[in-house]
């Protein structure tokens, strides 16, 4: 364990992350992105049931959920904001503030701890030079955070890149992940 | 098998007999491999007798519990004018378990099979299959074998020809291991906190959208195809030692080992075997010390413990432990078992909902006690306080998250009291392997 880069219970300090930045807030569901919701709303027979969808197809639109976001779902699902909030703050995989263009997750639970994953989140952070986890590096391309199991448990340490999920990550293979991200 | 994937020639390969054949995952490679034969007989069946051959073929749920499927499936009561459904527990997020990722991403349509069987035997038209979020693979072939089951109508609203209705869904979770718990994932699935619900009511009276409900985990489900083409009996022979547990079992492997994957073998199988033979024993130079045999909710077996189980529901209990998930975890003597127990406590903590006092506060306590322990800062008096935590959080809580945080940290204590007791003495823990390399 290195005490240095492992938070306490707390979240990790969110408060570089500047939310103004991002511009005022464009609606995510309409046109084809309004048809696949309302496709989704076909599988449930309540209209909150597609709330977790909903909320990850603003993610996949924004690259965060904002308090507009989950304003526009609450909206089209019937919800009150506060309750949609009170949802999203439950999960961990919604970015409540906007995250760098690569969102780096190391497992670290105890089956990847102990075949060196605490080796890999300290390369990591110095490799994308994001000082800290939770943080984003000066350039905006990397965020790196430390995750409970990931479910590759036989694959230590797995990482995941955004959407793409990588098994076997080593301290030496970290430079060459970094190299040949666009 | 490990990998690549090259089964060992002691293992029974009936769910795992085509993982990493790519092929498979198309529905017309799965459809030479034998694909939806099942079904398709399952649908000429009554669904009262698909029950009974499951029950007969004495198949026990292989998420954890090991409740057994057929039973759980005769609670659903046909005829009482109520939509019934069926959820499919892929949140698959034990540490040390594996097994129904390996499942989902090379046998995807074997999944899709399984819950249109499981649906049509408990007279539920929709079925749900609730993946965690961060299962991108599995999710992708999950979504693509639904898509071509679809278009093949194979489900849908007239299932192969069948006139019934059945539609199976894929549901995407957001992060909380919580939601693998039963309740938890029904009211995620209805869009909520996936915060653990009192029972009972059980989820067969009033289960997701407060109708009757089964949910029954990816293994379980999958594993009814080829009891329903070969029968019962040919199930219920498949048992090297108690004959309460039958069949084949996924084991996933990880850790301190050779050979880490997942392995399918017969249950009953002497686990000294398996760990030696079939995951090829302890790294170059090292030894094995402790297994968490069935993810990180079970209690720690010693070796000596660990040696003598056969591997099945009643022999890890027998062993001190209990078979879970099948999740393996393999601990070597170059890991402080401290440092260990420590993480599968701040994972605990981080993952309990909050819901409940013993829970949300004992989880943080105990992990803020054991880092202060492997930090070499503990008191002589922290262990009995571990111990008293450990109780005071056991079988108190509306869901077991509190007592699966409590397990380890008491059978680790008991166990390895001498580990912990040197750190506290202000003595470092030298790996043994520190010599050897």
């Known amino acids: ?182 | 098998m490990g990998y690549p994937h090259h089964p060992n020639p002691r293992e029974t390969t009936v769910l795992s007999k085509h993982f990493g054949e790519a092929d498979a995952r198309t529905l017309d490679g799965w459809k030479k491999r034998g694909g939806y034969k099942a079904l398709e007989k399952a649908l000429g069946m009554q669904p009262a007798d698909i029950v009974n051959v499951v029950k007969e073929s004495g198949l026990r749920g292989r998420g954890g519990a090991g409740f057994p499927t057929g039973m759980k499936w005769s609670f659903m009561k046909p005829g009482d004018g109520k939509p019934h459904y069926l959820c499919c527990n892929a949140d698959e997020s034990e540490p040390g378990t594996f097994k129904d990722r390996e499942l989902m991403r090379w046998t995807p349509h074997a999944l899709v099979e399984g819950c249109a069987i499981g649906a049509y035997a408990i007279g539920a038209e929709t079925a749900y299959v609730y993946i965690r979020g961060e299962f991108t693979e599995p999710l992708h072939w999950m979504e693509q074998a639904v898509k071509e089951a679809y278009a093949a109508g194979i489900i849908g609203k007239n299932a192969m020809g069948s006139g019934k209705r059945i539609d199976v869904h894929v549901h995407k979770g957001a992060g909380a291991y919580i939601c693998g718990e039963e309740t938890a994932l029904m009211e995620s699935l209805e869009g909520r906190r996936g915060n653990p619900r009192i029972k009972p009511p059980f989820p067969a009276v009033s289960g997701v959208f407060g109708m009757p409900t089964t949910i029954n985990n990816v293994e379980t489900l999958i594993a009814a195809a080829p009891i329903l083409m070969n029968g019962a009996e040919w199930y219920k022979k498949m048992s090297l030692s108690n004959p309460k547990s039958t069949g084949t079992k996924l084991f996933s492997v990880c850790g301190n080992v050779q050979r880490p994957g997942t392995y399918e073998v017969v249950m009953g199988f002497p686990f000294k075997e398996f760990l030696y033979d079939l995951c090829g024993g302890p790294l170059h130079g090292r030894k094995f010390k402790a297994v968490i045999p069935g993810g990180a909710s079970v209690p720690i077996q010693t070796m000596e413990e660990a040696e003598a189980t056969l591997m099945d529901y009643e022999g890890f209990v027998a062993g001190g432990s209990m078979l879970g998930s099948g999740g393996v975890i393999v601990i070597d003597d170059a890991q402080p078992m401290v440092t260990v127990i420590a993480r599968l406590a701040r994972f605990f903590a981080h993952e309990s909902c909050g819901q409940c006092t013993q829970c949300r506060e004992g989880t943080a306590w105990t992990t803020k006690i054991l880092e202060r322990i492997r930090d070499g800062e503990g008191t002589v008096e922290d262990l009995d306080t571990l111990l008293d935590i450990g109780e005071q959080m056991t079988g108190k809580t509306i869901c077991v998250l509190s007592d699966s945080c409590a397990v380890p940290v008491i059978s680790g204590i008991k166990k390895f009291r001498g580990e912990f007791e040197a750190l506290i003495q202000g003595r470092r823990f030298h790996p043994v392997t520190a010599a050897v390399a």
């Open chain 1, 1 to 182: 364990m290195t005490p240095d880069l492992v938070g306490d219970l707390e979240s990790p300090d969110y408060a570089s992350h500047d939310r103004a930045a991002h511009g005022p807030y464009t609606p995510v569901f309409t046109g084809d992105v309004k048809r696949e919701l309302d496709e989704l709303l076909t599988h449930y027979p309540t209209k909150m049931a597609a709330l977790l969808p909903a909320l990850w197809i603003v993610q996949r639109v924004h690259g965060w959920v904002s308090e507009e976001g989950m304003a526009e779902v609450a909206g089209l699902l019937e919800l009150t904001p506060a309750y949609v909030k009170g949802v999203v703050t439950f999960y961990t995989m919604y970015h409540q503030h906007p995250v760098g263009k690569y969102f780096i997750q190391v497992c670290t639970t105890s089956p990847c701890g102990i075949c060196g994953a605490e080796d890999v989140v300290k390369a990591l952070v110095r490799h994308t030079n994001t000082g800290e986890l939770g943080l984003t590096s000066p350039d905006g391309r990397f965020t790196v955070i430390e995750v409970e199991c990931l479910g590759a448990c036989g694959f230590a340490t797995p990482v995941m890149v955004n959407e793409e999920f990588i098994e076997s990550m080593t301290p030496d293979k970290v430079p060459e992940l970094l190299a040949r991200l666009p």
